[in-house]
């Protein structure tokens, strides 16, 4: 089976930026497309949530809370260990604590073309994760500081666009219910792939902009860069076994596990830690972890779920 097409779109964009193309979307076409994609996300999240939820789905949701700690910690061990500054290992791990609502959204798409079923309320897991990796972050690099402006930090946060989009459309979705919510199903339903499409034409465009920084930063951030999602994988999957999910849910955990912001948190880390170097987290999270994992990783990660239930896990 050949490249799903919206990958390719990603390809396209990134061969059109490295070969310094004339080609550009609007910035109000790409702010269209990521409120769409979110939306669309978290309206089919919570119309599923609605239907589903329950007690274990609360306990779910805390162990999910407690990979979104322990992510970041680890990332930030790994950082420290390659030589790089406190700071810049704290702002970094945060992105790799949070995850990629763009990486989410290849990897609905990656499952569905493949009839392969899924959890549906795992738009709640990316609203969670988005979160407590930023405070961990914050921790990490300052302690409790008391120059830290805690109330404008909270509300880049949880009034940031990403988070109130994905919440705004579980409300929607959760409130309005499955009958009432589908003259807009086309959202996330024939409209999602060629939405995600134009969305990764720009990610590709932006990623291939990031690439220079490795001649800065090296082989140490590269071999960050590859191995932190794997690993990320690795443990988020053996979470999704211990939580009971499906192989589809286990995958898709997999790799929200592997994947880092480049939305939310960037923004948070510019306010909470402004002598953080951006490119470098911006260079790992865009330029090499996304295109490893919608290229790459997202079939690796399918392949981890099947041999851990085939082991019984």
Not at 254 to 282: C, G
């Amino acid at each position: 089976m050949g490249l799903d097409p919206v990958v390719l779109f990603f390809l396209f964009g990134l061969c059109a930026g490295l070969l310094k193309s004339e080609l550009k979307l609007p910035p109000a076409l790409y702010e269209t497309l990521s409120i769409v994609l979110l939306l669309a996300i978290g309206l089919h999240g919570g119309v599923e949530l609605a239907e589903q939820a329950s007690l274990q789905l609360l306990g779910q949701a805390m162990l999910v809370l407690g990979l979104g700690v322990v992510l970041p910690v680890l990332a930030f061990a790994m950082l420290r260990g390659l030589g790089f500054d406190r700071i810049n290992a704290a702002s970094v791990a945060a992105h790799y604590g949070s995850v990629s609502a763009g990486t989410f959204a290849v990897v609905v798409a990656f499952m569905l073309a493949r009839g392969i079923a899924f959890e549906s309320y795992m738009p709640l897991f990316v609203a969670i994760l988005e979160i407590p990796a930023i405070l961990v972050g914050i921790l990490l690099a300052k302690g409790l500081a008391r120059d830290t402006d805690w109330r404008e930090l909270g509300r880049e946060i949880f009034l940031g666009k990403s988070i109130m989009l994905l919440l705004g459309g579980l409300i929607i979705g959760a409130v309005a219910g499955k009958e009432a919510i589908k003259p807009l199903e086309p959202l996330y339903t024939s409209m999602f792939k060629p939405v995600l499409a134009f969305f990764l034409l720009e990610m590709g465009l932006i990623a291939s902009g990031q690439l220079g920084a490795l001649k800065q930063f090296g082989l140490r951030l590269l071999g960050f860069a590859l191995l932190m999602p794997l690993l990320g994988a690795l443990i988020g999957a053996l979470l999704a076994r211990l939580m009971g999910l499906s192989l589809g849910g286990t995958a898709v955990l997999a790799t929200l596990a592997a994947s880092a912001s480049y939305i939310a948190v960037p923004a948070a880390m510019r306010l909470a830690l402004p002598e953080a170097n951006s490119s470098l987290s911006l260079t790992a999270s865009l330029g090499i972890s996304f295109p490893f994992n919608i290229l790459i990783g997202i079939p690796l990660y399918l392949a981890l779920a099947e041999q851990l239930i085939a082991w019984g896990l």
